[in-house]
């Protein structure tokens, strides 16, 4: 028979004993990171293409404004971005797309730096490599979606689009 505390049951359950309701879960800051293949985030935007010319232009639109996005090959007529239940079709679409990440981005910043002013003091370094790898692969995985819906072959391994861009140091939201 197990006498585990309501204390140790909760930190196990992520519940509280008597309750439905979640509790704070000690944390432990040494663990080691997830193997590589697995993500710690995913990208909030799913961007829907096919193999037309605007297609292309919205792509290079939400990946030089540096969104983190996924590609999914589509036979809309119109290629279309998701980020939750909002869509946004065309060009004009994903410049009013990327209107709404940098304000909800502005808020974010400004809310969380009211909110916890020192949490943008430090930064693990292995956190930030690991998600700048993360990132670059979600690009190289989209590129072979438009390479696809256009018929081209995927480009190489090492391709991987641009380095910077306007969200990259964000600690916000990562889409």
Same mark, same amino acid.
């Given at each position: 028979m197990s006498h585990t505390s309501p204390a140790a049951k909760a930190s196990v359950s992520g519940r509280a004993p #008597? #309750? @439905?309701e979640? *509790?704070?879960v000690r944390s432990d800051n040494h663990r080691p990171l997830p193997d590589s293949t697995s993500s710690l985030v995913q990208p909030q935007v799913t961007l829907y293409i096919n193999g037309s010319d605007e297609s292309s232009q919205v792509f290079e639109c939400v990946e030089n404004a540096g969104v983190d996005f996924r590609a999914v090959a589509s036979r809309r007529p119109k290629p279309t971005a998701a980020f939750g239940r909002l869509r946004f079709r065309g060009l004009k679409g994903a410049h009013r797309l990327i209107e709404v990440l940098r304000?909800?981005?502005a808020v974010w910043f400004a809310e969380a730096y009211k909110a916890m002013p020192g949490l943008f003091d430090g930064t693990d370094p292995r956190l930030m490599r690991r998600m700048e790898s993360t990132r670059k692969r979600w690009r190289r995985d989209a590129r072979a979606v438009l390479? @696809? *819906?256009?018929? $081209?072959? $995927?480009?190489?391994?090492?391709t991987t689009g641009p380095t910077t861009s306007a969200l990259s140091g964000s600690h916000a939201v990562t889409v």
């Open positions: #008597s #309750s @439905k979640p *509790v704070a304000e909800l981005e390479s @696809k *819906v256009q018929g $081209a072959p $995927a480009p190489r391994r090492g």
